[in-house]
């Protein structure tokens, strides 16, 4: 059986549309969904444009995208909690449930993940995908598709800000990076009640009442980590913000992955607070160590999501908590993903309107179908 279209990478810069086979089959635990909408990820632009992340490469045609969401459109005979024709947002990593990190609740670190557009798995960017029940979760009636899409970059938020930060009601937060994840990560602190929200960016937004930074120009010669220091202090006379008590910034994100971000987070946040890095760059940095130990930092890294962030992220904004609409800034037609994928490599449009997220309709869906 065929009449499934792909977005298909080949090699770099070189996608194509293939017609692949429909699943004929799915086990006792799984469902077949039909992709409508899916979110371009940074990391399937990463693919695009190098072939590769780190040790994932590319050495074979791999179908695109993971950030997606559908409609049911066959379930194995163990399935109970969605029927054909009910609405979900997919979690596109299947791990193998047996292992340490598995049992303990942290499948994210299952050594036999099996995760949507990584070398060599495919990905949603079709008109139908696979997948283990568990990871179809049902969409409340208030939501839409293009919101359950959203549901896996909120998840990395959600995984970020609540489940390794630890945050909670009253808190103050610094992200670093106000891209989408950095966006994201800012509208769950302010979900779980966050005192105050600052986003530090050359491109800083204010968003969901965030107190936006513009950070300093680097002098002449001077060292990245002296750079940082000096952004550092300029942050904190500017913002008011100190090393205790409830001015000090309790968690900071880095959603950018740059070593100066990292460096002025370390800086910057209180003397027992924490941070976790969540936006990829350079591995090879060189960081302060002695704000990590004398401040006695819990330095934490974020890897997609785990147990527990679906959920809340399904929550958070069924019950307007969370306002997705705003971020979704383009959205195209199936045929048009190689334009969609151009946009979001170029942060701007052919109309010149910048890009937080764009949206791919599935197949046999109108983009204004949301």
Known sequence: MSDNPSFVLRSIEDVVYEDR???????????????????????????????????????????????????????????????????????????????????SGRYNLCPDIVFAATPPYDGTLARYYRVSAELAYPLPDNLSLEDGAMMEPLSVGVHSVSTLGKFKFGESILVLGCGPVGLLCMAVAKALGAKRIIAADIFAKNYVGSIPYLPVSPNKDESK???????????KQTLGIEDRGPNAIDLVIDASGAEVSIQTGLYTVRTGGTMVQVGMGNPNIQIDLSQLMTKEVAFKGSFRYTHGDYPLAISLVAQGK????????????????????????????????????????????????V
């Open 21 to 103: 086979p429909v699943p004929d089959s799915v086990s006792d635990t799984e469902v077949l969904v039909a992709i409508k909408k899916t979110g371009i990820c940074g990391s399937d632009v990463h693919y695009y444009v190098h072939g590769k992340i780190g040790d994932f490469v590319v050495k074979s045609p791999m179908v695109l995208g993971h950030e997606s969401a559908g409609v049911i459109h066959k379930v194995g005979s163990k399935v109970k909690h969605v029927k054909v024709g009910d609405r979900v947002a997919v979690e596109p990593g299947s791990t193998c449930r047996t292992c340490d990190a598995c049992k």
């Open 225 to 235: 980590l002296d750079y940082s220091k000096r952004n550092s202090e300029n942050m």
């Open 322 to 369: 969370v306002d997705l609409k705003p971020l979704v800034t383009h959205r195209y037609n199936f045929n048009d993903a190689i334009a969609a994928f151009k946009a979001t490599r170029a942060g701007k449009s052919e109309d010149g309107k910048d890009v937080i997220k764009a949206v791919i309709s599935g197949p046999d869906v109108s983009p204004d179908d």
